[in-house]
């Protein structure tokens, strides 16, 4: 067996040992969720009576898994036992942390903000100082309320605040949905503090107008408490009875719990031990009023939400952003709460709650709420798996931004040294640097790996990437003995291979890479991210050409592996159920197909591009098409986005391109990303002009890779430009140019001794 056999064949083991060592990571990275996985299938939220039941939402602001996890709370056990937990991304179109914002992003199905309204809602018969509620109501929208009825007099100012958002977004569009159908709705309750007026729950059940059918929502729902902090605490007897007292025709009610807010409103006025003390009283008085409130419901038709719109950031939940939300009654079973927005387990969005409550009347969901309806997987030990989830996901979150920025930091400065050393003559720096080079790229393959290894803290995080880093790269370069520029092929390779067995598993390594995303970001839940993206299109332009170059006996074969690993890529890239990143499908098939011809020999003209730009259109039709054909709650966000443009015609496609070419714009002039795509992009741009000389050699000794490097500057243009985010996924796309660029001009500088 000749030698170069002999490494393809240890190669071959290597991507075998990697892939068996994916499944394990998979194993592990799901251990925590084996309730879920093990599960058939995700059940809808549906009432199994004939007759119409109600819903009832109780919201219990700034509530955390940990309250839920302390003391003697029997009502919430046992709803939690009979139905259905999970974690909610509470993010909104303003600040997350306003429950103005949190609350009316659960009324409008959308990310919306309703920044310094929690004061302007009312019952319609209450006394302002000129005139009644109502009147000024009138006043303000033409409108003329019920006396019975709750009225939001910041209905306007609302409405204004989200006119210029880049999304569809109708404030109140639950309540509007629920009054064209003949449904009524109700409020209950306010979290009034002696600093003001809160009364931003109106929000969640009120219509377009800002108009909700019946309910209570003043003072008369507060006790007088020189013991408590603040003075003013929720009267629970009094709720029940307005809840009893409520006409029977209300489908949904939403009801203030109140206490957890203004407790939190106040806490750097109260000393520790007695703010948990008061904080444990408060759950367990809210746990006895749930047992009431389960009283006058019928748990075989009606269905019961406690939710908290807004995270706490109280100790120990500081540094947590997801809140709980529990769920029982007609349709839910023990287990999960999961939404076809996230494809998580035990993982939901704020917008999914409209979109739920909608399904549960059969009655349509707008277009303009972003949100799906909820589902439940069958599972044990809701609190156990999702508190270990959240301290995983917060870990996670907490230490990206500090590694992520280090690294870049790293390359500018790794970037900077290999100029210096090819413009000043020290091509003798080569063996210094190559090993630095290589710990470039081999910082995806390890962050995609780390949920391998226990993560305890940030300091055994950082500790953890950095030796598995140096591990990589010394596996890495002990292929350089056998193959030339085996470390950057096989980091190349690897990396890709890992990234297509990952996604085909359901991304579960992606899901808590430092490169990857997560819940509390939001952006991205499921498939490929902009970050890996840029990786996976990066490592196979550079790692396919780079091989042939090298491997020269094997170029048939290698060219037929290279056109089924592209088409694999765009397959996975685009698949709705796996990939679903559609600039990632634009940006790989226009760099793949791109690339392919040129290492076919195929010379460029105005047809050809032609045909190439003809042939993404196709492919992005198709994919789209597929999508589209498929049920909206398996659909994937081009889907609905697709669905969007369809019926919005032009004017949602200009909105969709404004959007994003202000995104592009914000991330680029913000972003620490765009410094290292831009000193990646000029330097590659620099070294295919000088030394003079140089890249001429290196496209003679290496001309499959020099059209790769090519492909990986295309590449990465090309998803600048068709990506939300694009400055992310170009910079990636780099990693696996610059650095395999720079060894290259200093290996023939120090071969040749051809310097300035």
Known sequence: MTLKKRLLLFSLLIAMGIVFLQKITAASALSELLPLVSSKSAKAISPHSPQRGKVVMVVVDRLTLDDLSRGSLPNFARLMAEGAVGLMNCNTAGNSGNPENTYATIGAGAHVTATGTAGLAFNAREQLPVATAAQEYEGRTGLDPSPGSVVHLGIARIKNQNAGLPHPAVPGALGTALRGAGLKTAVLGNADTSAGLRRQVVTIAMDENGLVDYGNVGTELLIHSAGFPGGFRTDYAGLLAELANLPGDVAFAVIEAGDLSRLEECAEDVVGDVLSARRKNIVQEIDL???????????????????????????????????????????????????????????????????TILNFFNLPIPEHMLGRPLQVLAG???????????????????????????????????????????????????????????????????????????????????????????????????????????????????????????????????????MGYDPIVGARFYGIGNEYMGVFIGSLLFGCPAALSVLHRYRRAGLLATGLLFLLAVFLLGNPGLGANMGGVIAASTAFLTTFLLLCGVQFNFQKVVFLGVAVIVLVAGIFLVDLQRSLEVQSHFGRNAAIVLSGGWPEIADIIKRKTEINIKLFRYTIWSRVFVASLGSLALLFYRPVGVMVKVKSDYPHLYKGLLGVVFGSIVALFFNDSGIVAAATTMIFGAPPLIYLVLKEQSATKNFI
Not at 297 to 302: A, V
Not at 318 to 332: D, H, I, R, T
Not at 399 to 412: C, D, N, S, T, W
């Open 380 to 514: 044990d030990s809701q609190l156990t798996v999702l508190s270990a989830m959240q301290k995983q996901l917060s870990l996670t979150y907490n230490a990206r931004p500090y590694l992520q920025k280090g690294y870049i930091v790293y390359q500018l400065g790794l970037l900077i040294a290999g100029l210096y050393c090819i413009f000043w003559q020290r091509g003798q720096a080569i063996r210094i640097l190559h090993p630095f080079l290589a710990t470039v790229m081999a910082v995806p393959l390890a962050c995609l790996l780390l949920p391998l290894l226990p993560q305890r803290s940030f300091p055994v995080l950082t500790c953890e990437l950095v030796f598995l880093t140096l591990g990589i790269t010394l596996l890495a370069l002990a292929t350089e003995r056998r193959l030339p520029l085996g470390s950057f092929i096989s980091l190349s390779l690897v990396t890709a291979g890992l990234i297509i067995t990952d996604t085909l598993l359901d991304s579960p390594l992606q899901k808590t890479a430092i």
């Open 289 to 355: 009023f749930l047992g009431q409130v389960s009283k006058h419901l019928n748990f075989k038709k009606d269905l019961l939400i406690i939710v908290a719109p807004t995270r706490s950031t109280l100790p120990p939940n500081e540094g947590k952003y997801l809140s709980p939300v529990v769920m029982a009654g007609a349709g839910v079973a023990k287990g999960f709460l999961t939404s076809p927005s996230t494809k998580r387990p035990g993982i939901i969005l704020n917008t999914d709650l409209a979109p």
